[in-house]
């Protein structure tokens, strides 16, 4: 039998994406698609082991399931160590209940008999099963970028600002998990793109902000109270009191707003 390399590690890693995708969904586990794909591309590399004779041993069963688990290990943000094991097992389950549908359709197309040893010769269902894989991950995919718009979208607000006589608009998205005061007025601050902050930026009046992250960076921002401050929602505007300091960074890839809010401000 001709067995197509290329073709069995794409065939085992699209198998692989699917049952690593279906197990975390099944968790309600946060999808990170590029650790999802590098470890489904693992259990792919290690289907080798079964057409290769001198990588037979790693085909025992001890080292097929420590592999699997190395696989949850990579696919799945940090857990502990009891998660990840939750995880391997319904993985594990997942994968034998999908191997029990592959094996069913197969008595079906082939000739079995109890007496004698059973020969795959052919499975003409494959590819449509794999068709139905690829359909899945990718309407997975889209709807879940369909989501994660529609929630960005409900929290994303027009701001107009006017300062010293001089009005700037701008796009800020509510950052609900940033609780960002400025320590004197307890006023909220809103982080701004620095091209647009330049814009209005006082000559006087300035604060200094210094701030902490999570992660452990520590820093100061600049500045400035604005004359006037305006929260547009589609036809509600509301007038706000807020600082606006500077960033140098730019704060959405997709330019999809220029601007942070703080939960403060809402």
Do not use: H
Request: hydrophobic share 50%; glycine share 4%.
């Amino acid at each position: 039998m001709k067995v197509y390399v290329d073709v069995l590690l794409a065939e085992n890693l699209i198998i692989n994406y699917f049952l690593l995708l279906l197990t975390m969904q099944i968790l309600k586990l946060k999808l990170n698609y590029k650790k999802i794909f590098f470890a489904a591309s693992i259990g792919g590399i290690y289907t080798l082991s079964m057409i290769i004779p001198i990588l037979k041993p790693l085909t025992f069963l001890p080292i097929k399931l420590t592999v699997a688990f190395i696989i949850i290990v990579i696919a799945v943000e940090k857990q502990t160590i009891i998660t990840y094991f939750k995880i391997w097992g319904v993985f594990m389950m997942t994968s034998i209940f999908f191997s029990g549908v592959c094996l069913t359709i197969s008595l079906y197309e082939n000739n079995f008999n109890v007496a004698q040893s059973f020969v795959l010769k052919k499975l003409s269902l494959k590819y449509i099963i794999l068709f139905a894989i690829l359909l899945y991950i990718i309407l997975l995919r889209i709807i879940t970028f369909i989501k994660d718009k529609l929630v960005i979208n409900k929290l994303i607000y027009d701001v107009e600002v006017v300062n010293k006589g001089k009005t700037i608009k701008f796009r800020a998205f509510l950052d609900t998990g940033n609780e960002l005061v400025e320590p004197v007025t307890l006023l909220p601050v809103i982080i701004l793109e620095e091209n647009y902050f330049d814009e209005i930026l006082p000559n006087k009046d300035v604060y200094y902000i210094n701030y902490s992250t999570v992660s452990g960076w520590e820093g100061r921002l600049k500045g400035f109270k604005p004359d006037k401050l305006f929260l547009i929602s589609g036809e509600k505007t509301i007038e706000k009191e807020a600082i606006i300091c500077s960033c140098g960074e730019k704060l959405s890839k997709d330019r999809e707003y220029e601007a942070l809010l703080s939960r403060g401000i809402i």
